[in-house]
């Protein structure tokens, strides 16, 4: 039986270069399910991803820092501005001065910003858990260490705090 697992193990090694392709596309139409459902949420309120992705990191570390939401996002100050800008004008997120350090703004969630939060989490849980269900716990354990693997280690760094700071 373990000879058998090393043999299936050793030819994922040696993936073609059509099974890759494969892959990667695989990966791109799941994003585009994973996406399909807050997209048509946000569409109606003239949001995109970019303020999908502010108020996931926003509501999994309330009171984080702009520049920890730059460096978690990967975008430039100014996109990351006009997110924030809309959020906030539109009463979705706080933004309070730090009491140490008044130069940082943190940011929170209010209560109509958790609702959306949810509504676009559940979302897009309900569509993870039937795939996981389908797929089974030992494929969902072997998407986790293939998605963490593809990470930069930067990024699989910051991904692995997050992980940490939510317990």
């Known amino acids: 039986m ?7 193990g050793e030819s994922l090694l040696y993936l073609t270069d059509e099974q890759l392709r494969q892959g990667a596309e695989a990966m791109f139409f799941a994003y585009r399910g ?3 459902d807050p997209d048509r949420i946000l569409a109606g309120l003239s949001y995109g991803r970019a303020h999908h992705r502010a108020l996931h990191f926003i509501h999994g570390a309330p009171g984080t820092t702009v520049n920890n939401l730059l460096a978690i996002l990967g975008v430039t100050k100014q996109s990351l501005n006009r997110v924030l800008r809309s959020l906030i004008e539109d009463g979705l997120v706080e933004s309070r001065v730090g009491r140490t350090d008044k130069r940082e703004r943190h940011l929170y969630l209010t209560a109509e910003g958790e609702d959306l939060e949810r509504e676009l989490t559940d979302a897009q849980r309900l569509r993870m858990r039937a795939a996981f269900r389908d797929a089974g716990p030992e494929a969902v354990a072997g998407f986790r260490r293939v998605l963490e693997a593809m990470m930069d280690p930067e990024m699989r760094h910051q991904y692995q705090r997050l992980r940490e700071g939510r317990g």
């Open 34 to 36: 994973f996406t399909a």
């Open 2 to 8: 373990a000879e058998g697992r090393a043999g299936q």
